[in-house]
T-cell receptor
Framework: AQSVTQLGSHVSVSEGALVLLRCNYSSSVPPYLFWYVQYPNQGLQLLLKYTTGATLVKGINGFEAEFKKSETSFHLTKPSAHMSDAAEYFCAVSVQTGANNLFFGTGTRLTVIP | GAGVSQSPSNKVTEKGKDVELRCDPISGHTALYWYRQSLGQGLEFLIYFQGNSAPDKSGLPSDRFSAERTGGSVSTLTIQRTQQEDSAVYLC??????????FGPGTRLTVT
């Protein structure tokens, strides 16, 4: 079975500061890992994904995440927060076989303080 | 090209009524998923269609929920005898194959 834990339902950072959103996963088989962003009143948008290969994954809007198998983590980072980054962020896991349905974390709401 | 579309965008219904939610996936995508996003439960998987195979219904919360996919394209999620706890945003996603899923904007269902 797969599951995702996102530490911190709310994170606030100052504009220009480092963004770090934490995600730990549980999977009995090699996982696919994703970060999705949801802006207010909009649908889910893929930020980045890890399937195989390079463990440091770069996504849109300057975000990146590193797959660390030993820590079962896939934390999302951005060196410098912008006001436009304020949104809800979801980490998700799926597996490489079968339905590939996504198991989501509970989400982290990012607030950027001017 | 066009993304995943869902209709209606908002639906308000009375408790006990049946509702149908529609999803138009991206053309050519063989896989289609329904998810539910609610305050109490977060984002949960409901059902998965892949081509002509039998759907994976393992996420459906009760037998009041059903879904079909006609002609391998459009899908309808039906909720019978709606309850207040069914209030949520229902998200549809499609995928060509493999990992990435493309999400629609969702249907916000409110059961009064």
């Amino acid at each position: 079975a797969q599951s995702v834990t996102q530490l911190g339902s709310h994170v606030s950072v100052s504009e220009g500061a480092l963004v770090l959103l934490r995600c730990n996963y549980s999977s009995s088989v090699p996982p696919y890992l994703f970060w999705y962003v949801q802006y207010p009143n909009q649908g889910l948008q893929l930020l980045l994904k890890y399937t195989t290969g390079a463990t440091l994954v770069k996504g849109i809007n300057g975000f990146e995440a590193e797959f660390k198998k030993s820590e079962t983590s896939f934390h999302l980072t951005k060196p410098s927060a912008h006001m436009s980054d304020a949104a809800e962020y979801f980490c998700a896991v799926s597996v490489q076989t079968g339905a590939n349905n996504l198991f989501f974390g509970t989400g982290t709401r990012l607030t950027v303080i001017p | 090209g066009a993304g995943v579309s869902q209709s209606p965008s908002n639906k308000v219904t009375e408790k006990g009524k049946d509702v149908e939610l529609r999803c138009d996936p991206i053309s050519g995508h063989t896989a289609l998923y329904w998810y539910r996003q609610s305050l109490g439960q977060g984002l949960e998987f409901l059902i998965y269609f892949q081509g002509n195979s039998a759907p994976d219904k393992s996420g459906l919360p009760s037998d009041r929920f059903s879904a079909e996919r006609t002609g391998g394209s459009v899908s309808t999620l039906t909720i019978q005898r709606t309850q207040q706890e069914d209030s949520a945003v229902y998200l549809c996603a499609s995928s060509p194959t493999g990992s990435r899923q493309y999400f629609g904007p969702g249907t916000r269902l409110t059961v009064t």
